[in-house]
């Protein structure tokens, strides 16, 4: 029996009243009446679950916001009812309530009508409501008893759930439903009923999957069938024989992994920690900004979801589910070291999502069979799973290379038993502190990585006193798998497998993923008034500029990224340059000194040396330009097709070292589109055919310079790399070695000439750049693992001399004045 049924139409008015008092329910979308624009059907509304307090809440917001009644009659093809809401699942019995098995009585009246009349039509609008699920509200411990979960409530529960959670609902309205799509087929009115209920459940329990979470009250269950995977039950046949006390003792070992992998989500514990971390992002943070949301709710519904952030900090874990709970969004599966299986803190973030992986799955065959079953486990169930690709934490803000074990196990997983399109997610992190800044300066200068511990965790508590500005978080476009293997491997749906054999085509795949993840965090990045000031201030010589120079700094990079758009994604902050002065004054990152002539803003040099982390996190916006302003740094003009081949020599490292998103074949079309900026921006001018640059000592000058400056330090690494090959001769020099000699005359390059900063002399870096020489052929390695080069090398240093000060060459000459063949550089 309905709601509205049980009682008089007084005494349901009187009970919206007293609803009204205290219930405020949130609605999504935020003007619903849109999804009815144009159309001049009736309406009959569908609850996943049902309850006065529902038809209630459902009144108020149809109400507040001009659509037709639910509490309304209804009229449709000769079937009179007494209201227009159609529930799916409820409670029968009186005081030992029971879920009803049956089906609604009214939506199989509704569809028998419309079957025998088939003349009008109407429209079922699905609505879900989660009690104690409305994003931006805090909840207290009492509230969290009632909050929403899988069952369906009770009227004891559904009474305190309504007194506590009024103003702390989440009202979900879908598109209209017309009922004649369904009629219109020639079905039975049976199976048309059958047919329409199935599609509302599907719907409502995917909204809930989304919204609250998957059912994940089985932990148990689904560690049973990770042991039941045939890949698990072979390799512990095969390891156990048939000694059955060793296949005991191996099939408890495969448990015990299992259940050091495997997350125990609680949904008391997820709402705890979100009130926790509610107050302590408001306690370190001036804000969370939060861009391009949309792209995540369009695919949460349909798809199988990855999420792929960039990892810049411990941060992020914790920063990713807070930010999906609160839009509304399931909790990821969340990848972690497991060195983060810590006391105290281990339990917290399992129950939160986390699952545990080891560094290493080497020699141990069967915690890789486990660990791949538990990730097919969670895949196939439709659970969303948040990893980082990158492995690991950036020491220097730059992206790293990504590793292929998670993506390739995931993607072949999915190609196992591909249920529902596969979409990757990157997400960019944009801080404008790290609480880990001080640790990762030590590691990059040579300190041994310390390990977490919970000892260390309390020790740096301190350091939450401190303001760490705002962080940005960016929604990147969705990546889907298929189009990825249509275009790679066009037949992989007609390839068969073994239960155990890995295509070798897969690892192709997987690497066209991996490029396509990083340039898509690349293209979502937040520029931020941090990252703008340590871009332009770690472009003069002592980190310090007047402030008038500053300014005009800053506009010219704000109006250059506006110009030359790397992506539509990137956001850039909508602050003036004082504003961005003052706001790196206030996070204590610059200071100034009063001066008669004007003030004068500088860093200091630790400061600065953790200012190279957040200059690193936008140096691929403006990596292009930047080039080009560097070619005019020992020439004042330049012809459009030397400037266009200057840029190609040095993109497929600055590709490599940035992850810049452009194809080799693209970039002289990209190189035009930034001069055009550069034009625009009147710090180029055009003579014909030729670029010039303005007048020495002229104000554009220097801001062409200053530009330049951003891509001096690669171009440094470039040139040094190539004098110590010239230096030792082709063939004398192990890859291994010239790395190290690299990272050597970096560092000593850097404490002489420059900032003594750990990130200028990275060996990643240099490892890259070995690399990048390889894939162009210029390097080869010998039979006895030596280099060996051509006069292709030593061109390549020719052309160098184009793009850097003579200053410069001549510092890095000097660590090799011994070396014949030097001179020619």
Not at 258 to 266: C, G, H, M, Q, T
Not at 322 to 349: D, F, K, Q, R
Not at 721 to 749: D, F, H, M, P, Y
């Amino acid at each position: 029996m309905d709601a509205v049924r049980i009682i008089s139409r007084p005494w349901y008015w009187l009970a919206g009243k007293i609803f009204s008092v205290w219930a405020r329910p949130s609605v999504q979308p935020d003007d619903p009446a849109e999804l009815l624009a144009g159309q001049d059907a009736r309406v009959c509304y569908v609850l996943e679950t049902g309850g006065l307090a529902d038809t209630l809440a459902l009144d108020r917001v149809c109400k507040a916001h001009g659509l037709p009644s639910p509490s309304g009659e209804l009229d449709f093809c000769g079937v009179h009812e007494r209201s227009s809401v159609v529930v799916m699942r409820r409670k029968s019995g009186f005081i030992f309530r029971k879920p009803r098995v049956a089906g609604s009585a009214r939506l199989q009246r509704i569809v028998d009508a419309a079957v025998a009349t088939d003349d009008s039509e109407l429209l079922l609008i699905p609505v879900a409501i989660y009690w104690g699920r409305s994003p931006d509200k805090q909840r207290s411990w009492f509230k969290l008893l009632f909050s929403e979960d899988w069952d369906v409530m009770g009227r004891t529960r559904k009474f305190f759930a309504t007194l506590v959670h009024g103003r702390n609902t989440l009202l979900r309205i879908s598109h209209p439903l017309p009922l004649s799509t369904i009629v219109n087929e020639g079905l039975e009115p049976g199976v048309a009923f059958r047919k329409l209920s199935r599609i509302l459940r599907v719907h409502f329990r995917q909204r809930r999957t989304a919204t609250v979470g998957p059912d994940l009250s089985h932990r148990g269950s689904l560690v049973n069938q990770v042991l039941l995977d045939p890949r698990v039950q072979r390799l512990i046949e095969s390891e156990s024989g048939d000694n059955r006390a060793l296949l005991e003792r191996t099939t408890h070992k495969a448990r015990k992994y299992a259940l050091e992998i495997a997350a125990n989500i609680s949904y008391p514990n997820i709402r705890m920690v979100e009130r926790f971390l509610h107050r302590l992002w408001h306690r370190i943070y001036d804000g969370i900004v939060l861009n391009n949301v949309d792209n995540l709710r369009d695919v949460a519904k349909d798809c199988e979801v990855i999420y792929v952030p960039c990892h810049r900090s411990h941060i992020d874990y914790l920063l990713m589910g807070y930010i999906l709970y609160n839009e509304g969004l399931s909790i990821p599966h969340t990848a972690a070291g497991i060195n983060l299986n810590m006391p105290v803190i281990g339990p917290i973030l399992r129950r939160g999502g986390a699952f545990f992986l080891r560094r290493t799955f080497k020699g141990n065959r069967l915690y890789a069979a486990v660990f791949n079953a538990y990730l097919n486990q969670i895949l196939s169930r439709g659970y969303p799973i948040e990893y980082f690709v990158e492995g690991g934490r950036s020491r220097t803000g730059r992206l790293l290379p990504p590793k292929a074990g998670m993506l390739a196990m995931t993607v072949d997983s999915w190609l196992r038993n591909p249920k529902r399109p596969l979409v990757f997610i990157p997400v960019y992190f944009g801080y404008e502190k790290l609480i880990e800044g001080d640790s990762f300066i030590r590691e990059l200068s040579g300190a041994e990585k310390k390990k977490e511990t919970l000892l260390g965790l309390i020790r740096s508590i301190k350091s939450l006193r401190e303001n760490f500005g705002k962080v940005y978080v960016n929604i990147g476009e969705p990546i889907r798998i298929e189009p990825i293997l249509e275009k790679c491997k066009p037949d992989w749906r007609d390839e068969s497998r073994e239960a155990d054999d890995k295509p070798e085509w897969v690892t192709g795949i997987v690497d066209e993923l991996g490029a396509r993840i990083m340039g898509g965090i690349n293209s979502a990045a937040a520029v931020t008034p941090i990252s703008l000031l340590a871009t332009v201030l770690l472009s003069t010589p002592k980190q310090t500029i007047g402030e008038m120079e500053l300014h005009r700094q800053l506009k010219l990079s704000i109006d250059l990224l506006k110009r030359f758009r790397y992506s539509d994604s990137v956001t850039i902050p909508d602050l003036s340059p004082g504003e961005i002065v003052d706001h790196g004054e206030r996070l204590g990152v610059i200071s100034r000194t009063a001066h008669p002539l004007g003030d004068v803003v500088h860093m200091a040099e630790r400061d600065a040396v953790l200012m190279t982390y957040f200059r690193n996190n936008v140096n691929h916006l403006f990596a292009v330009p930047a080039a080009i302003a560097c070619c005019f740094i020992q020439g004042r003009r330049l012809h459009h097709t030397e400037l266009r081949r200057l840029v190609r020599l040095i993109y497929p490292f600055m590709k490599r070292e940035l992850f810049v998103k452009w194809q080799f074949e693209d970039i002289d079309a990209v190189t035009d589109a930034a001069i055009e900026a550069l034009l625009d921006l009147e710090i180029l001018t055009r003579d014909g055919e030729c670029l010039v640059r303005p007048p020495t000592g002229s104000a554009r000058a220097y801001q062409l310079l200053m530009l330049g400056q951003i891509m001096v330090p690669m171009l440094q690494r470039f040139y040094l790399a190539i004098a110590l090959l010239v230096k030792n001769g082709s063939g004398t020099l192990t890859r291994t070695k010239l790395e190290t000699l690299c990272q050597k005359s970096a560092q000593r390059l850097s404490m002489i000439y420059g900032l003594n900063s750990p990130d200028f002399f990275d060996k990643a870096l240099f490892q890259d750049f070995v690399t990048a020489l390889r894939e162009q052929d210029v390097l080869r390695r010998n039979m006895a693992g030596f280099l060996e080069f051509d006069d292709d090398l030593e061109n390549i240093g020719v052309d160098a001399r184009l793009v850097l000060g003579e200053e410069i060459r001549h510092s890095i000459l000097s660590l090799t004045l011994d070396t014949p063949g030097v001179e020619r550089l």
